[in-house]
Structure formats: C-alpha cells, structure tokens
C-alpha cells in the first residue's frame, strides 16, 4: 500500500548572518492513513521546522529541499504556492503550539472556526457555523454554539487548545500535524487533550504526526516513534520497540530522566543528558550526539548512517546493538 505521506531526505537550509543554518538534515519516513508518528527531541533539534517544511510553511528565505516529498501521490516539492495553499487546511492541518498566539485576538472563535471551510469546501456561512458548534462538541467544550462568538482572550488555555483542535478537523484532513500541542497546559488537561486527539484520530481516520519533547506523552498515542537530535533522526521504531529496547544513546538517556511508576524509587536520582545541543550553523562534524555522549569514540568523528536494528527499528550509531542495548546512562 503507497503510504499516504512518504519523506526522503528532506533538508531545510536557512541563511544566517553567520553561515548557512541547517536544522533538518535530510530525514526520511513514511506514514499510512491512520498511523500516528510522533517525533521526539529536546528543544532545537529542529521538530517544528520540520512540521513547517511539510506544511509549506518556512520562512522566504528558507530552502527546502529532498529526494520525494509525496502526500496522497503528489509532489509537494514541485507544487506551487497557490496549490499548496488548496491542500492546507482542507486534505493536511497543522494544530500550532502555542494557541493563544495562533488564534487572532481580533475575531471571534466562529469567524475563524469557518473562515477555511467557507474557502475550501465553498458551503454557505450557516453550514460552517453549523459544523464549527459541532466539532466544538466533539473536542469537549460545553454550550458550543455561544462560544462562537467569544473571544480568544474570553477562553482558558485549555478551551482554546480545544478550538485549534476543532479548527484543524473543519475540512475532514488525511493527516493533522500536532506542533507541541499540550505543552502549556497542566498534567490533567494534557491526559484529556491526549485522549480525545486519539479518539477523534480513530473516529476520523486521520493520520498524525504528534511533535513533542516528552517520551512519557508518547506512549499513550504512538505507533510510530522518531527521535531526533541536531537535525537529524538517531533512531526510528514502533512504539513498544523504542520503550522496551532502545538502543541509541540519546534515547536512553531521555528515557533515563523520566521516572517510572512501579520501579523507580522515590527520591531515587533520575538520569540526565549533559552538555548542549551542537551549532547547525554550516552543518554537523561527525556523529552530532558524540560531545554528550559517554560510549564516543574516534569512529564518531564520521557521521554514520541510520542502519536496520531489526524489523521497523533503526538506529544512527557506530557501535553494534548489543553493546548499545547493554549501556545505561548514569544518575544526575
């Protein structure tokens, strides 16, 4: 079955006033209609632009490049602005990070709720409103009809969540790219968004690709994991792969500074990554983990490939899988 999104080698270049910054360097998956990917990585590694690369969303004077970049047997990379702009919000939607910034003080919730339904699928006002109130049931907010004429700013963080979730499903889209969704709110609210995100993934049909810093949020919704790091993928898997068998090092040691319930102890000392996240200014020398990592040795100073772990399991590291499974990170 042809994937309903396929990525190979897909790179984004940006020029900087220090050199050419490169935040994606060439990652490739695929994702079937209804399978949830959810990609992996601390801050900066380059999660969002990707999500933006694939939306068509970069900057102008980003550079977006790759071998194929096929969704539903088109090339985007060969589209034009004005056809990818008919494929955004009706057949692939992106729920942004932060919705207080995403949704426009200026207009109320159903104005923006219907403003793409009315563009792409050309129903009257009545119909989009009508649709608007019923999604708005669908993600949990109460009294649907009147919040259409609220206000941003008149909402919780947690309801206006709610509303890019709603506004994303407006047009019925094959795929919905989750940008960080749940991380400006608190725990419980998190476990509900989470909840109904995959209730309505399942209901719908839709596929997804859920960006987040948090292994513990993943593995409640995944089939799917890529973890990235300095702009790349070091290791991709099935869900139960990545958590019961990982073997890069930089998913260890992720995996180290999440506490599991049951086995560790309170006030046991969690795991943790030291150093930073490399420059990609101008590119990455050799393995981009090797400074943090305590296993690098001369091998590092070349860049290895994502080899075959193991049916669906990949992994970006010189040492062999054994050596790599055997490894534990230490307590902070």
Known sequence: MEPLLSVKNLRVEIPVGTGMLKPVRGISFDLQKGETLCIVGESGCGKSLTSLALMGLLPKVARRSG??????????????????????????????????????????????????????????????????????????????????????????????????IAMSLMCGPDLIIADEPTTALDVTIQAKILRMMKNLQAEFGMAMIFITHDLGVVARIADKIAVMYAGAFVETGTAQQIFDAPTHPYTKGLLSCIPVPGKTERGARLGAVPGVVPSLINGVEGCGFASRCPMRQAACGSEPDLTDRGAEHSCRCVHDTDTLRNMEWEAA
């Open 67 to 164: 071998d194929h970049l096929r969704f539903a047997g088109q090339d985007l990379l060969g589209l034009k602005e004005r056809q990818m702009a008919k494929l955004r919000g009706q057949d692939m939607s992106m729920i942004f990070q932060e919705p207080m910034t995403s949704l426009n003080p200026a207009y109320t919730i159903g104005d923006q709720l219907t403003e793409g339904m009315i563009r792409h699928q050309r129903v009257s006002r009545a119909e989009a409103r009508d649709r608007a109130a019923f999604l708005l049931e669908k993600v949990g907010i109460t009294a649907a009809a009147s919040r259409l004429t609220q206000y941003p700013h008149q909402l919780s963080g947690g309801l206006r969540q709610r509303v890019m």
